[in-house]
């Protein structure tokens, strides 16, 4: 129910934009995340956002990514700019559904592969 692309090979110093289609399914949707699993590490939150437009994004990546999504388009985006190897793992996008009172489901992309070389 979520498709990801746009991972692939880059450089140092170079662009990659991923994309995450949602399906038209999933609705009331109040989080919008992008994850990654660095090679030997556990997965990590890179950057999210909640319904309303608000945005967060981890410190390492802070100025360079950027988080996104297309209503129109049903999807969302990670905007990757001044790639550094350390960037380099397999990127998830991951949504939440729900509320406290009837809990919370959670969907995730079948991620997509990013490596940067140096």
């Known amino acids: 129910q979520l498709q990801a692309s746009g991972g692939g090979l880059a450089q140092a110093g170079g662009s990659l934009r991923l994309s995450c289609v949602v399906s038209?399914?999933?609705?009331?949707?109040?989080?919008y995340n992008w994850y990654r699993r660095a090679p030997g590490k556990s997965r990590e939150l890179v950057a999210g956002?909640?319904?309303?437009?608000?945005?967060n994004v981890k410190d390492s990546v802070k100025g360079r990514f950027t988080i996104s999504r297309d209503n129109a388009k049903n999807t969302l985006y990670l905007q990757m700019n001044s790639l550094k190897p350390e960037d380099t793992g397999v990127y998830y996008c991951?949504?939440?559904?729900?509320?406290?009172?009837?809990?919370?489901?959670?969907?995730w992309g079948q991620g997509t592969l990013v490596t940067v070389s140096s």
């Open positions: 038209g399914t999933i609705d009331s949707i109040n989080a």
């Open positions: 991951h949504v939440t559904v729900g509320n406290i009172n009837v809990g919370y489901t959670n969907y």
């Open positions: 956002m909640i319904s309303s437009g608000l945005t």
